[in-house]
């Protein structure tokens, strides 16, 4: 299914605290992102990351934190300070640098859908 | 800042008919053009996409048309049957190293039996 995976598929968050979702990929793919996609929308862009240890801010990413210590693992921490986090989440992956061929073709995980108790 | 613009947002046909949804980019250096196609509840596939040196590329059902001047590029499904229920998203990117795509705000089709 894409070698793109996401855990957990629901994840409930009490108010105030810190939660964080997973993302892997077994596709050696360099760049991996995070979108919000809320209810009849389309999708936001949180956090991206090229290369390892390295990643940037998205248009959303106030209230959200990453980290991509490996290249196969990207996780997203929703914090306290997301006042609505209440969402699907998407991790996506794509090819970048020398092997680019495919062009900018981004796989999708499954998501992580996220409720606050 | 870059734009990618969808429409329509809703989109309803009769089993059999074609369906047709238009997107405008505002990047000019924009050259890699991909269609997503995303089932309530499921992630987004890649159903078909095209690049800046094609102007059109087809397949079975699905085409797509490119216009690098007029920087629109649609989207277009024939005989639709009621799978191809979904939202729609489509996206523009550069194909350098270290470019984000950029996401329409999607389409959602309902094809009536």
């Known amino acids: 299914d894409g070698g793109i995976t996401q855990s957990p598929k629901y994840l409930f968050r009490k108010e105030g605290q810190n939660v964080t979702l997973s993302c892997e990929q077994n596709l050696n793919h360099d760049a991996m992102y995070w979108y919000r996609q809320d209810p009849g929308q389309g999708l936001r862009l949180i956090y991206y990351?090229?290369?390892?240890?390295?990643?940037q801010k998205g248009d959303i990413a106030e209230g959200y934190s990453v980290s991509r210590e490996k290249k196969e693992s990207f996780p997203l921490t929703v914090t306290s300070a997301q006042k609505n986090p209440t969402a699907f989440y998407l991790c996506?992956?794509?090819?970048?640098?020398?092997?680019?061929?495919?062009?900018?073709?981004?796989?999708f995980g499954p998501g992580t859908r996220l409720l606050v108790l | 800042g870059e734009n990618v613009e969808q429409h329509p947002s809703t989109l309803s046909v009769q089993e059999g008919d074609s369906a047709v949804i238009k997107c405008t980019y505002s990047d000019s250096a924009s050259n890699y053009f991909p269609w997503y196609k995303q089932e309530l509840g499921k992630r987004p596939q890649l159903i078909i996409d095209i690049r800046s040196n094609v102007g059109e590329k087809k397949d079975q059902r699905i085409a797509v048309t490119l216009n690098k001047t007029a920087k629109h590029f649609s989207l277009h499904i024939t005989e639709t049957q009621p799978e191809d229920s979904a939202v729609y998203f489509c996206?523009?990117?550069?194909?350098?190293?270290?470019?984000?795509?950029?996401f329409g705000p999607g389409t959602s089709l309902s094809v009536i039996p």
């Open positions: 990351s090229q290369i390892v240890n390295d990643f």
């Open positions: 996206a523009a990117s550069k194909e350098t190293s270290y470019d984000k795509v950029i």
């Open positions: 996506a992956s794509s090819l970048t640098g020398a092997d680019r061929g495919s062009g900018e073709t981004q796989y």
